[in-house]
């Protein structure tokens, strides 16, 4: 880790100078923006957060007063959104700002209108865009849509998302997978506020080893890009990008602290703090989440996690600020035994999934020896309680960027990011089945550290350019303590890459013909590793030549008939994911000798996707349909194989078995989404997503669809205010049955149909304070559901009291 540890100290050396002396360049002239927020009466609305947006992303926050004004002070020249919203009302349409820097401007926004609004996203091209305009497939989950549902995880936000499907093993806190538009895990990049957030010492490196710890601490919002997402974000950016981003504060100072509990054991504590310094030169936002579950998923599953998030963002000069941002967790779990076949199976084909009964489980999990259970017709023993096998998890990403605008055709922006995780897996002699002799320990410890600089440049008033570079330094270690008399065993690998990257957005015909490229091309060196017993180890004296580059593109046009509402839009590209440290050089060593998995030569995992959609707003904006059609093709992956094609007389490595590279398969489909505004009081939404995903090559004899991808996914929220404290929300997510393995074998299992309601009652206490109650129940059909044969919550209840100020 000294290597890390002194690389992380070079880099900041390097861009501290930098970033004062550009700070210290000349001030834009001064000029004020003024904005007053309106209900749809023209009545003044007080107490409303008003955001000015810069096209970089960076967000100002102020409040209204009494008279419904507020204002915006020595703003900078630049292209501008100004955005409003308050409590009891929808946001605002965002009004469009070009703004020459002096003098003063008076900008009116309304809410209370019936209709259906668009956001400012920054995750379809890395630079502030209306919804109307992205040429991509997005969908923007916001904090009101978060807190009125009450959603506790990220995980739990996302459900309804079109071409996404949110898979977790269990119930609260257990493992968590997001895969978008039929891929793999490993085929969806996560982000925090535009940065990656993955995991360096998991098996693919991507965000799957600490998606179970995200819940909702200080989130402004999640935006999902569907679609290839490498020439922006990189890697595991194949299927798209979560982004998960930070609330940015601003305004007066203001907060919220809230508990609920119900079903499973479940108590969760939550406190927001949010404002303004030294009029809004400083902006903070920090929010702090406990969230214990005493029982869990029939009451043997206790979990807990504790989180934090915040940011805080000084205004340096006119032109110039510096933001800092932390998000860190940690978690504690009890993981269960795979789930496994049993009973009479048929020879060959697909097993349909029925489960040994509860009491059986409980009967193996108290030590009943499997051939002494009443099986019945059933085919699969569910994931079993493992007494003493645990989980302890910790994250923490923490970031600093520096935003130089000297004038509203030049920028300049450099962040870094200091990422760790850690993962300790304990296991002992309890528990059903096979365990081992005494207690061990295993202890997974990644680090990521990055650092960027982009320059951003308005080549006239219909062309936006921005390009820059990137340094990533990725360091994974691995640590066993197994019970006596078996050795220690400690592993030590790394490797750094640097990316260039560019990106060229055109507006036509008036703005109406929206046109983007980008291109991304990531080079990689790999460390000498080290092995801990050093006897025997592999690699030894060895050095590496560079592995394959990844070089990556793609390309989107969108066309606005403003008139009628309507936008057609298509998307293609290139994605990649670069091979995991553990894919490199992963090796298993048994006490006597290592066994060599990895292979450091690995080309990067490639696709190839195409996407094409609609728009369309319908009866005066109150309507919007959204539609496309999707085609993805996984012309090269990574894959573990111990088929007999690596073997030590043909592999280099004289590997017998491991990671090689092949060709992937295909995944197509179509994603339909609607919003309607029936009035201003009811809103409804619905998502339906048909997936026809296959592999290359048959996953087991006779079965080419990819595994835990159902084939239709659908869901429907009906959101009505009935009065102005009073609001009731109802919903249903649900997907047709999808295969996974068991021991080996392809098992269908039936697919979620969950239905859900919520009540919440508002209560004002002053002009900005207030109380909110609700109530929420999840499953009501009571469902008895399985993913991958982990048994899920039933039906679940939960209330809750937030205190807003």
């Keep these: 880790m000294v290597r890390n540890g002194a690389h992380g100290r070079n880099m900041k050396s390097y861009l501290l100078p930098l970033l004062l002396s550009l700070t210290l360049s000349a001030a834009a002239p001064p000029g004020d923006i003024s904005v ?66 002096d003098g003063n401007l008076d900008v009116t926004l309304s809410l209370g209108i019936a209709q259906v609004h668009s956001s400012i996203v920054v995750t379809a091209s890395g630079t502030s865009q209306s919804t109307d305009d992205v040429s991509k497939a997005l969908t923007v989950v916001d904090a009101g849509t978060i807190t009125l549902r009450a959603n506790k995880s990220v995980g739990e936000a996302l459900v309804d998302v079109p071409g996404l499907r949110v898979q977790q093993l269990g119930g609260p806190g257990s493992t968590t997978y997001f895969k978008l538009r ?38 402004s919002r999640i935006e999902v890009l569907r679609g290839a997402g490498s020439s922006l974000y990189g890697t595991n950016a194949t299927g798209g990008v979560v982004n998960i981003v930070t609330d940015e504060g601003g305004g007066r100072t203001r907060g ?12 969760r504590g ?98 009943t020896p499997l051939a002494q259970l009443a099986l019945g017709s059933a085919t699969f023993l569910p994931a079993a309680v493992n007494q003493d096998s645990t989980r302890a998890g910790q994250f923490f990403t923490g970031a600093l960027r520096f935003s130089l605008h000297p004038s509203d055709k030049f920028g300049f922006t450099a962040q870094y990011q200091d990422l760790s995780t850690t993962r300790n897996y304990g ?14 320990l295993s202890k997974y410890l990644g680090r990521i550290q990055t650092a960027n600089a982009r320059v951003d440049a308005s080549l006239g008033r219909f062309q936006h350019f921005d390009a820059g570079y990137e340094f ?75 592995p394959p580059t990844a070089q990556t593109g793609d390309v989107s046009v969108a066309y606005n008939f403003r008139r009628s509402g309507t936008k057609f839009r298509t998307h293609a590209g290139r994605g990649y994911r670069a091979p995991s440290l553990y894919e ?3 090796t298993f060593y048994s006490g006597s000798g290592y066994t060599l998995y990895g292979d450091p030569g690995l080309r990067p995992d490639r696709s190839s996707s195409i996407d094409g959609g609609i728009d369309q707003l319908l009866w005066k904006s109150r309507v919007q349909i959204s539609a496309s059609y999707f085609y993805t093709r996984l012309n090269q992956v990574i894959i573990f194989d111990t088929s007999g094609a690596v073997t030590p007389l043909t592999d280099p490595l004289g590997r017998n078995g491991g990671y090689r590279n092949t060709g992937g398969g295909i995944a197509r489909g179509a994603e339909v989404s609607s919003t309607v505004a029936a009035t201003r009081w009811l809103q409804f939404n619905g998502a339906y997503t048909y997936t026809d995903a296959r592999q290359q090559t048959p996953l087991v004899s006779g079965v080419w669809q990819t595994y835990e991808i159902p084939r239709h996914q659908y869901s429907f929220f009906a959101t009505e205010r009935l009065s102005s404290r009073l609001t009731a929300l109802v919903g249903y997510a649900g997907s047709t049955n999808y295969l996974a393995s068991v021991s080996g074998r392809a098992f269908r299992f039936a697919g979620p149909s969950r239905a859900q309601m919520l009540l919440s009652y508002r209560h004002p206490l002053s002009e900005f304070s207030a109380i909110r109650f609700f109530f929420k129940g999840e499953n009501l059909f009571n469902q008895s559901y399985f993913e991958n044969g982990f048994r899920t919550p039933k039906a679940t209840f939960t209330s809750g009291t937030q205190f807003e100020f």
Excluded at 300 to 307: H, K, L, V, Y
């Design 182 to 219: 039929g891929l793999r895990n490993s085929d969806t990049a996560v982000l925090v506020d535009g940065l990656r957030l993955r995991d360096a010492a998991g098996t693919q490196a991507d965000a799957s080893g600490v998606l179970q710890d995200l819940v909702i601490t200080d989130t």
């Design 472 to 546: 990533e330094d990725e360091d994974f270690q691995n640590r066993l303590l197994p019970p006596p008399p078996s050795s220690r065993f400690f592993t030590d690998v790394s490797q750094r890459s640097n990316s260039i990257f560019a990106q060229d957005q055109i507006r036509l015909a008036g703005g109406r013909l929206l046109f983007s490229a980008g291109f991304r091309a990531q080079f990689f060196s790999l460390h000498q590793p080290f092995f801990e017993p050093v006897s025997g180890a592999p690699f030894a004296g060895r050095t590496f030549a560079a």
């Design 270 to 367: 939550t406190a927001h703090l949010a404002g303004g310094l030294r009029q809004d030169r400083i902006q903070y936002s920090v929010g702090v989440t406990h969230w214990n579950v005493m029982s869990g998923v029939d009451g043997d599953s206790p979990a807990r996690n504790t989180s934090e998030q915040g940011q805080v963002t000084y205004r340096l000069s006119r032109i110039a600020s510096l933001s800092a941002r932390v998000y860190a967790g940690e978690s504690f779990s009890f993981v269960r035994l795979t789930a496994r076949s049993v009973g009479v199976l048929p020879k060959t084909g697909i097993v349909d999934a029925v489960p040994v009964s509860l009491s059986e489980e409980h009967r193996y999990e108290a030590g």
């Design 36 to 101: 007053r927020v309106t209900d749809r009466h023209q009545a003044a609305v007080s107490g409303a957060t008003v955001a000015l947006i810069a096209s970089d992303g960076g967000r100002r926050i102020v409040t209204t007063d009494a008279t419904g004004s507020c204002h915006f002070t020595a703003v900078a020249a630049g292209q501008y959104f100004v955005q409003g919203e308050a409590a009891g009302f929808d946001v605002s349409t965002p009004r469009s700002i070009d703004w020459k820097g």
């Design 256 to 267: 919220s602290i809230g508990v609920d509990g119900g079903s499973l054991g479940s108590v």
């Design 584 to 586: 490199r050089f992963g």
């Design 427 to 440: 296991d002992g002699p309890a528990g059903p089945g096979t365990q081992p002799a005494g207690n061990n």
